[in-house]
């Protein structure tokens, strides 16, 4: 079947055509046909890029200024005569959408009905700034591909397995009761694909495994799976809580921002962009919120780039001593995101700081870096593995798409 797997941020929309069914799910063999975005919406040169998968790239900057009118465009790119990879819009199948909140509503993915569509709006309040424009993008494909089933795939969803004492804040709680303050988690569809993947790449079930998994891109976050379930997460209410990020604080006394406001004379807005836009890596460093960047600049001998770099891995230690604590051991640690999956000196040097804790061998880590796609870069024989898995939440989007539409359970059933 022929998925689009669809993305609509405040101004952009990102989208991949997956081929994909019960069978290649099993195997592994479902294959991206095309992606294609459009960023800059609303303004007057738009950018929109198209690629099919062994293709060439096409880029265009038209004046798009809504997302009905940018989700339009690329339908016809995947359906265009000499770049398209399909013959026309009747050959999608089903559209799949990343919805970022699903609240307590939901703990796995839903086709999309008018009583779902309700639930997803209510959910807006805990996400003001990014389900409206989901909510957007779902009301626009809806309009343009008719009579297709559409199916929400939620960022929380994953860490709804969360025990209460892992996912209650230690503020009264009439707080939860009224205003529903608890943590949540995020990039649950990341996590829940490479722990899936790790799996099956061991070929074994994930009920047996105990795997922390770390998605470490802009935003980072970990997750502690045991027996399959999410048992806690280091995002909490919002994305802020847990590891230091590009330009996110991360854990944080909370009266330090109180202080801070205060003393500074700041309003709430103005605090809210201090912690999520000016902090984490970026404003320790005041270099920049790109690994990379902090990578050459604290070779070249930059001890705030050092700072920056020293203090984003030993957050990433201390999670994962408390996973394996909260799980009674550690049987694979998974890196994934933008760092995870590139970063040889960060991610890695708290891989080899872990395995050396956890048992006398040593990592591989030294030998090959960047590791292959899919790689173990541990001892196989160590008592834990630590694996690097490219995280694809869009495919994860796809076939609970397809699981939903063929037998109405969008849950993995295999492994
Ligand atoms: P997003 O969360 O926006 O999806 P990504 O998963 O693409 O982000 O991760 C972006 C981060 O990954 C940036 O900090 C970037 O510097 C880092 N990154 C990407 N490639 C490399 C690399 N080869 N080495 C180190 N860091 C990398």
Redesign the pocket.
């Given at each position: 079947m022929k998925i689009l797997v669809l993305n609509c941020g405040s101004s952009s929309v990102k989208s991949q055509l997956i081929e994909t069914d019960l069978e290649s799910i099993e195997t592994n063999s479902d294959r991206t046909l095309a992606c294609g975005s459009v960023e800059k919406i609303g303004m007057t040169s738009s950018v929109v890029r198209y690629e099919p998968v062994g293709g060439e790239v096409f880029k265009d900057t038209p004046e798009i200024l809504e997302h009905k009118v940018a989700i339009d465009r690329l339908l016809h790119l995947y359906a265009d005569p000499t770049r398209g990879v399909i013959r026309s819009l009747a050959d999608i199948e089903a559209v799949g959408h990343r919805i970022v909140h699903g609240g307590e509503k939901f703990s796995q993915s839903a086709a999309i009905t008018p009583e779902i569509l309700k639930q997803i709006e209510e959910c807006v309040e805990l996400a003001p700034l990014h389900n409206p424009h989901n909510i957007r993008g779902y009301r626009a494909a809806a309009e343009l591909l008719p009579g297709v089933p559409h199916v929400a795939v939620f960022d929380t969803a994953f860490h709804q397995t969360m025990p209460d004492y892992a996912f209650m804040y230690g503020l009264p709680r009439i707080l939860y009761k009224r205003h529903a303050i608890r943590r949540y988690g995020f990039h649950g569809t990341s996590h829940r694909y490479v722990s899936y993947r790790v799996a099956q790449l061991l070929n074994t079930s994930r009920e047996k495994l105990r795997i922390i998994t770390c998605h470490l891109?802009?935003?980072c976050s970990m997750a502690a799976i045991k027996f399959r379930r999410s048992i806690d997460t280091s995002m909490g209410f919002t994305p802020l809580e847990g590891l230091m990020m590009?330009t996110r604080t991360g854990d944080l006394d909370p009266a330090v921002i109180l202080h801070i406001m205060a003393k500074e004379d700041l309003g709430l807005s103005e605090a809210n962009a201090l912690l999520n836009k000016h902090s984490g890596l970026y404003g320790v460093s005041g270099i920049s919120?790109?690994?990379?960047e902090l990578?050459e600049s604290a070779r070249e001998g930059d001890r705030h780039a050092r700072l920056a770099i020293d203090m984003f891995c030993y957050r990433i230690k201390k999670y994962i001593a408390r996973y394996a604590a909260v799980m009674n051991r550690l049987d694979v640690l998974v890196f994934t995101?933008?760092?995870g999956e590139?970063?040889p000196r960060s991610a890695r040097s708290v891989a080899r700081s872990w395995t050396f804790w956890a048992s006398s061998h040593r990592t591989r880590t030294e030998r090959r870096h960047p590791p292959r796609q899919e790689d173990c870069i541990s001892c196989v024989s160590g008592p834990c593995m630590v694996w690097v898995i490219p995280t694809n939440e869009e495919l994860i989007i796809a076939r609970d798409t397809v699981r939903l539409i063929l037998t109405g359970d969008p849950r993995p059933t295999n492994r």
């Open positions: 891109g802009n935003g590009g919120n790109d690994m990379r990578e995101g933008g760092i590139n970063s």
